[in-house]
């Protein structure tokens, strides 16, 4: 049976009961800090704002595109009664 690895935030707190307030801590947060960051850089994810920004260009998208189907809908229906 495998083991199964405890859960990070147990190990992030049990490393930092050891290191207390040395600069060992303030080193190896550093550390943590720049590991987490370049793991999040390779995830492709866009900030907050970007995100914010593509959903109101993509809601306007949306209703422009219900417009015209609208549009099309109306004229289609004048073309047949013709």
Do not use: C, H, Y
Request: glycine share 2%.
């Amino acid at each position: 049976m495998a083991l199964k690895p405890p859960p990070i935030g147990d190990v992030i707190r049990q490393v930092s009961d050891l290191l207390g307030d040395s600069p060992l801590k303030t080193e190896a947060d550093r550390n943590a800090r720049a590991l987490l960051q370049s793991a999040l850089r390779r995830l492709d994810m866009v900030s907050r704002e970007e995100f914010d920004a593509q959903t109101e260009i993509l809601a306007r998208t949306r209703a422009r595109v219900e417009e015209l189907e609208a549009q099309l809908e109306s004229l289609s229906t004048a073309l047949e009664q013709d």
